[in-house]
């Protein structure tokens, strides 16, 4: 098991991966998003699993009748943040496969199908939009939705898609498939470090919590930086600042996080005044109350600060994710199979199987990640953590889908 874990992530550590920062950029529907599905491809035929792209541009590994019904499915994504981490996404189908190969080791008889799947978009890097080819399949992002998604570039998903030699006219809600599922069981490297101060390699998701996107829009006037004095100024720049001030408070004062890491500025020249800054929120919280407080401290914040300095403001919310409470039966079957000590945990993170908790059965397991850091080069996890998270989930999926 060990050696085909590293066998795996050695073959795949490369792909997309960025000389100058360490980290990648596997952006879905580019070279390097089809050197990771070749690479799945590969992995999949060298198992005699049958390979198939769905119409949404998700990938699934058959063992079993894919028709059968009541499938066990595991698996994660592989693509990636701007200068993403190794372990986000690809660790879940890495172990999938290594999870397998220690399945067919220990001789086991499948008695359930199983599929291990790459889901497509998860990070939503390029479009905007995170978790895309589970929200297309769960009928929660409308193809005429998906058609309106565009890149920095200007370039429309659908012509993406076809671009990379995938038919966008077939995307859309995928219930026959979904209706396969009997239960899904994604393994993830842990984002934070409640494992890490417990002193346990693996873990089982309880609950993530509810998040978004929202966009700021903060329109002012351009002007010359060097002749335009202050007082004349309607500088959008200042009043995005302080509400990124504001984001900080009132996620300290809810016990939530705020993030505003996303800024487009025009001119976005060095000695003019912009007309334009452009900011992205991310806002999560461990409940839906503390996450409305938050947002409109925030939202209140900024429009007192733009009337101040004379800034037109508009705040749109690009996506969200209500609070999602694994199925309490197959999270303790879970814990059950995993020998009853296992550490339930929940999480900030949102995952293609929060987007499936409301189609099917879904539930998730963690790896330990010493540092807590994640959506960067710096994410981590030990060898022999890994290996832990493979054994785990070979164990769930006996218990699943064999006899």
Known sequence: MSDSFHAMWRSLRPLGRSAASG????????????????????QAEARRLDVETDRNGN??????????????????????????????????????FAALDELRARGVSFRRPLAIVNFGDEEGARFGLACVG??????????????ELRDADGITLPQAMEAAGHDPETIGEDRERLDRIGAFVELHVEQGRALDLSGDAVGVASAIWPHGRWRYDFHGEANHAGTTRL??????MLTYAETVLAARREAELAGAVATFGKISVEPNGVNAIPSL??????ARAADQEALDAVIAGIETAA???????GIDLAVVRESFTPVVEF???LRDELVRLLGGKTPVLGTGAGHDAGI???SVPTAMLFVRNPTGVSHSPAESAAEDDCVAGVRALADVLEGLACT
Request: hydrophobic letters at 40%; glycine letters at 12%.
């Open 327 to 329: 199925r309490h039966a």
């Open 303 to 309: 429009r007192d600060k733009a009337a101040a300095h």
């Open 23 to 42: 980290g990648y950029r596997r952006y879905a529907w580019t070279g390097a998003d089809a050197d990771c599905r070749l690479w799945f491809r590969m």
């Open 231 to 236: 007082v004349d100024r309607r500088d959008p």
């Open 356 to 358: 499936l908790s409301a």
């Open 134 to 147: 589970s929200r297309l399949t769960s009928g929660q992002l409308t193809k005429e939705k998906a058609y």
């Open 59 to 96: 990938q699934w590994a058959w063992l079993g009748d894919p028709t059968a019904g009541d499938a066990v499915v595991t698996g994660s994504h592989l693509d990636s943040v701007p200068d993403g981490g190794a372990f986000d996404g690809p660790l879940g189908v890495v172990s999938a």
């Open 277 to 282: 800054v452009r900011g992205w929120l991310d």
